[in-house]
């Protein structure tokens, strides 16, 4: 079962050095989400060959431009594909408004349902549940109302132990059975097969996203043990007057906020255009928080 993250977008107001605006898409047990969608999101997925036609699910962040200036043009493209399955938004108050006045000044009507679903920056929210995945807003510290969002597997995942199959040979109806869990028995109730000795388990896995936000440890509790954690990183140290006055964090933030939740690896991003180069930024979070990645754009991390 697949859990991996693939960057789009990797700056933070325009694009520049090569680097464009916020987007990510996220793909999991044949499922794809994007979150947030910046003005390049289409010519990105293109260009890393992704089919943006499995996306049913979009969430935005907050209404910041760089990251929602994107989701006209591909509602646009979807149209013009002559796309039939519905297409959730989930985002903030207003983002309904700024679509469907697009919409009526274009004389555009839609081949596909619209759904779009209010997030509320107040507590951590279930916003969706596909499956065994659950997915939840939380609200960050930005100039106007943004919200996080992390995809949680619901329960842990059982894998067969090879090596016990191969010497064993069950039938593949038991093998059935030992996967869910279940011991396997004759007809009179005998243990034959244990699935404890058949079976691993491996924890449930999570991905927190943190798009625009002050540095802010009340975050912790939403983001806490994730697999993986993308924090912004919109400033070194150095710039560190400027990020509190626009809500935004340095590397050594992000580098804090990890460790403080316990996460096994962060992704910084966001960057600011003043950066031409990105190794002192991740130079500045590993010496707080050694685990800490640049995100590349056409990169993709996988959660195992």
């Not at 700056?11 to 994007?34: C, K, M, V, Y």
């Amino acid at each position: 079962m697949d859990f991996k993250i693939t960057i789009l977008g990797s700056n933070s107001a325009i694009p520049a050095h090569g680097r464009n605006q916020t987007s990510q898409l996220i793909s999991w047990d044949g499922e794809s989400f994007l979150i947030d969608c910046g003005e390049s999101t289409q010519q990105q997925l293109r260009k890393f060959k992704i089919k943006y036609s499995k996306i049913n699910h979009i969430f935005i962040s907050h209404l910041h431009g760089d990251h929602y200036l994107g989701l006209m043009g591909l509602i646009n493209t979807y149209n013009l594909n002559k796309r039939k399955l519905p297409l959730h938004i989930y985002g903030p108050k207003g983002l309904d408004d700024i679509i469907t006045i697009q919409l009526k000044y274009s004389g555009s009507i839609l081949n596909f349902p619209l759904l779009f679903h209010l997030t509320i920056p107040q507590g951590k929210i279930q916003l969706a549940e596909i499956r065994e995945l659950a997915i939840y807003s939380f609200p960050l510290q930005h100039r106007i109302p943004c919200t996080g969002f992390s995809f949680e597997e619901k329960h842990a995942r059982i894998h067969l132990n090879k090596e016990m199959i191969a010497k064993h040979q069950p039938a593949v109806a038991d093998i059935h059975l030992l996967q869910k869990g279940q011991d396997v028995e004759d007809n009179d109730g005998n243990v034959l097969l244990k699935a404890s000795e058949f079976c691993e388990k491996t924890p449930p896995r999570k991905y927190s996203y943190c798009s625009d936000t002050a540095f802010d440890l009340n975050l912790v509790p939403h983001i806490i043990g994730s697999d993986l954690l993308y924090h912004e990183s919109t400033f070194m140290e150095a710039e560190k007057k400027r990020a509190k006055i626009t809500k935004h964090s340095t590397s050594k933030e992000a580098a804090l906020i990890a460790k403080a939740a316990n996460v096994k690896k962060l992704l910084l991003g966001h960057y600011s255009s003043r950066y031409a180069k990105l190794d002192l930024l991740l130079n500045e979070a590993r010496a707080t928080f050694g685990p800490s990645l640049l995100s590349e754009e056409g990169v993709t991390y996988t959660i195992k």
